[in-house]
């Protein structure tokens, strides 16, 4: 074969591999809702210095990541403070600016999207303050002190899962079932620091009479949801998130508080929650030791028919914060 004929061949593969390996690369999904994590934080390099001297200004800066898969904006933003002892301290300026903006004494909100297909890392935001050394007691020659950044956001956790309903719940009818009722683990999180870590599924009877086959009329799906705070801080109501960074708000009543909302088929289920007493909030969850199980149904059951496989979605609402802390010398300048 001539190379004049040979070229042309090689060319038209070449295009078609290509063009093959473009189109799988479209298509692949990317699935963001994975991994235990929401908002990072931490201070930048040597902010704070190690040793300052007395009355001097330095720099504080704090680098906050959203590498969840829910996104801060508009009404749900992020809330940082900033905590330095007042005996040794003088004055604590925010360098507000941009989508930074003071809210309260020296604490910052900000909107910060969550990971998604266009970001896969989720956005960034930087938040600066000048800090002024007070003076150190006149019997010492240096203090050591240490400052606290805090974080606060709303946040929510979104599973959206596939499970196996199967009304023949006394297994009397022939021919192979499509699915198999079964628990189902979820090992890697949904891009949030609280987890949906196990669902166990269940077929009940309603209270309708048994029918005439053996079986029964309807059948009441069933789900034990298992919730647990995987990350590093600490689960708040949601609604009170501006205090916990800019007041006093951490009071009993508000922590560890988790909103729910689930579904099957796109049909609102009904779970069992408990009320905060001499308060409107909605009815929640409370964790204990970082854990707590949903019950939750589906209460006027469903018709006895052939196994199928349903989509079930569960959206978890609620707040969450975190601290860090650097520690640094004030140095006793001649006097």
Not at 123 to 143: C, L, M, R, T
Not at 175 to 203: H, R, Y
């Amino acid at each position: 074969m001539s190379n004049k004929k040979f070229f042309p061949i090689v060319l038209t593969l070449i295009i078609f591999i290509l063009g093959c390996s473009g189109q799988t690369q479209k298509t692949k999904e990317i699935d963001v809702r994975i991994g235990l994590n929401g908002l990072t934080i931490e201070f930048l390099k040597n902010t704070p210095p190690q040793k300052i001297f007395e009355r001097e200004l330095f720099p504080v800066i704090i680098k906050v990541g959203n590498k969840g898969a829910f996104s801060l904006k508009d009404n749900n933003k992020a809330i940082l403070s900033l905590g330095v002892e007042k005996d040794y301290t003088e004055n604590v300026q925010l360098l507000a600016g941009g989508r930074v903006q003071k809210v309260d004494g020296n604490a910052a909100n900000f909107d910060l999207e969550g990971r998604s297909i266009v970001n896969q890392k989720g956005e960034e935001e930087v938040i600066s303050y000048n800090v002024k050394a007070g003076q150190v007691d006149p019997q010492s020659e240096f203090h050591a002190s240490t400052v606290i950044a805090t974080l606060c956001y709303p946040y929510q956790t979104i599973l959206e899962s596939t499970v196996c309903i199967d009304t023949d719940i006394s297994n009397i009818r022939p021919g192979k079932k499509v699915c198999k009722l079964q628990d189902i683990v979820f090992n890697n999180g949904q891009g949030a620091p609280v987890a949906v870590t196990k669902i166990e599924v269940q077929m009940l009877p309603t209270q309708e009479s048994q029918s005439q086959e053996g079986g029964y009329g309807r059948i009441k799906p069933q789900f034990l949801i298992f919730v647990e705070n995987k990350g590093q801080g600490t689960v708040i109501r949601k609604e009170s998130v501006n205090e916990f960074c800019t007041q006093s708000g951490a009071t009993h009543k508000n922590i560890n508080i988790v909103y729910v909302d689930a579904s099957l088929s796109g049909q609102k289920l009904k779970c069992q929650l408990v009320a905060t007493e001499g308060t409107s909030f909605p009815r929640h969850i409370k964790l204990k030791d970082k854990k707590d199980i949903i019950w939750c149904s589906k209460e006027d059951g469903i018709p006895a028919q052939d196994t199928y496989l349903t989509p079930l979605k569960i959206v978890l609402g609620y707040g969450y914060t975190q601290s860090i802390s650097a520690n640094y010398l004030i140095q006793k300048t001649a006097r």
